[in-house]
């Protein structure tokens, strides 16, 4: 992987061709073939068939795609010397039009502006910062501590570098990764598409699986670090305990504990990018200290704990249950799940399976595969996923289904599901969600997670936990003896920026002004405390929308970086959301995730606390992009010295 990796030239004989080929995914291929060639006629409206963005090689049959990888073969071969070493250069916006709305059998003009980022040649950066500090305010004296050195983290420090800001970052664990770093469980993998969940500047063309696993993410991003020359900013080990604005100073006091003890520094703004998940939630549950065996949470997994043989009890069927079970599952000699509402499965037949090699081949040597590839995998969330879980009043909702959509995406699900228990309906009852599709968080299924329940050592209780005991749980009155207990309970999600003590301007406590209720501007910036930013802040959580969160992070970062330059160009101190600017934008998110189905819904979860979503972005992706894209001066209180 590499910031600006230029593309391999490809050999121009038919069967080495034909070889690699056979691994490409053909929409994504016919995309790459016609931008290449400016022929759009290859894009023929018979090959499209309906729902073909949420199937593999959007549902064409094996004879079809042969027809068309032969094609491909010809074309190829015709293109001769242009391809290797000079490609074209980004389609023009006709091209892109074309080439977009063959493929999403809808207009997608409003979408060009978003995809003309994401379909450029190897090395461009569109969302870099066109600007420098000495540019800006020559001589100027201005430096920023960002928070955490996971994706959000690393990424801000890479933009800042690049507008020659100064800046550190802090990070309390040893090493870069963040929640790649921390988790460390079996079976610890992306439930997002690999090729999206990078930044989009610098793609990795030899992903080895469809998702990968924890320590391949984690590699790229330690390699990334490098690459990008963020090492000698990085401040590893070291805590932030609490900030503080002066006024007077124009800065945030930053306490910091680390290898050299506690110490404060000074530093004119902050970046918070310790994101969402990265505080485990232990539940209350009577007894939970008295267990006598080990007990730990999924997210600080003890690797000294050898379950060979043991009775492994696991709590919780979220994301991480559905990944660890079917990893300990064979190994333990009995594990017992509990489960408090189970999760609807999303069919991704390839979830676990790996990379065909003529795949990432052409990623590395076909100019543009790599983009057209990930256009593919982004395009069903920008437009098709998140319509299936508004809510339509007139269906009317229930908390079967809140849509007439969204009925129909139950029954698709469930008959996926049932299609794997033929011969157990009492299972079947018990795994299917009495909550409609998209109030939790739908989990990809390759067939495993029911395959693991199945099993004859792997015991499923659907009664609510009593309590802990020294030998294990009681369930509805029935005691389930364990070896080890595993917490697979989540994170405190709403807790954003916990714990730190966050003060400022006259004296403001962050958490208090919150009252447990987390609200940002973008989901960045807060009235009240100046120069402060936060990544994967409140309400930027996708559910459904396309991309990732690395993608969120990006728009997150191209807005602050907005703000910086606003503040910088015109001389000011400090720069500091209106208080009227923030609340009209919270009360139409809140009005948004009322009318999804996680909003609607009364199961509850850390997608919707209390009432009220905290955490989810209830529109497109494509919105947040739109207002993140730039920073208005009539939205920001400016100071000047």
Known sequence: ?????????????????RRHLAGAEVPALLMTLAHLTGDTSLLRDDLRAPGWLFAPQGGLSEERQAEIRERAVQVLLRLGDRAPG????????????????????????????????????PGQDPRAPDWTLDELGPGRDFHVAVIGAGFSGLLAGHRLAQAGIPFVIYDKNPDVGGTWLENTYPG?????????????????????????????????????AKQAGLTDHLRLGTEVTALRWDETAARWHLTLRGPEGTRTAGHHAVISAVGQLNRPLLPDLPGRDTFAGPAFHSAAWDHSVDLTGRRVAVVGTGASAYQIVPEIAGTASEVTVFMRNPPWLRPTPHYRRPMPAGARWLCEH??????????????????????????????????????????????SLLASMAAQLPDD??????????????????????GRWLATLQRDDVRLVTAPIDRVTPAGLTAGGVAHDADVLVYATGFQASRFLTPMTVTGRDGADLHTGWRGDPRAYLGITVP??????????????????????????????????????????????????????????????????????????????????????????????????????????????????
């Open 366 to 411: 076909l100019p543009y595969y790599d983009r057209w590839y990930r256009f593919w995998l982004l395009a069903p969330g920008l437009r098709g996923i998140l319509e299936g879980w508004i809510v339509d009043p007139g269906h009317p909702p229930t908390e079967r289904a809140v849509s007439a959509l969204n009925e129909e995406l139950r029954s």
């Open 1 to 17: 992987m590499a910031i600006h990796r230029p593309v391999a030239p490809f050999p121009g004989d038919a069967e080495t061709l």
């Open 528 to 641: 009240g405390f100046p120069n402060l930013f936060c990544l994967y802040g409140p309400n930027t959580n996708l559910v459904g929308q396309g991309g990732s969160i690395v993608y969120f992070s990006e728009c997150a970062v191209t807005h602050v970086l907005g703000v910086l330059r606003m503040l910088l160009a015109g001389g000011h101190r400090s720069a500091e959301v209106r208080p009227e600017t923030h609340d009209a934008y919270n009360r139409w998110v809140d009005a948004g995730n009322r009318q999804r189905a996680w909003g609607w819904s009364a199961v509850g979860g850390w997608y919707n606390a209390n009432g009220r979503s905290a955490t989810n972005w209830p529109y497109s992706a494509q919105e947040y992009w739109r207002r993140t894209r730039t920073a208005d001066p009539a939205d920001y209180v400016l100071r000047r010295p």
């Open 425 to 446: 309906p009492e299972l079947l009852d018990a795994v299917t969600p009495g909550y409609p599709v998209g109030a939790k968080r739908v989990l990809r299924d390759d």
């Open 86 to 121: 000079t490609p074209p250069g980004p389609p023009d916006r006709e091209l892109l039009r074309t080439i977009t709305t063959w493929a999403m059998g809808d207009g997608t003009e409003d979408l060009l502006p978003l995809l003309a980022e994401e379909i450029v040649r």
């Open 188 to 224: 610890c993998r992306t439930d997002v598409a690999s090729h999206l969940y990078n930044y989009s500047f610098a793609p990795k063309a030899d992903w080895p699986d469809h998702f990968c696993t924890q320590d391949v993410v984690l590699d790229y991003l330690r390699t990334f």
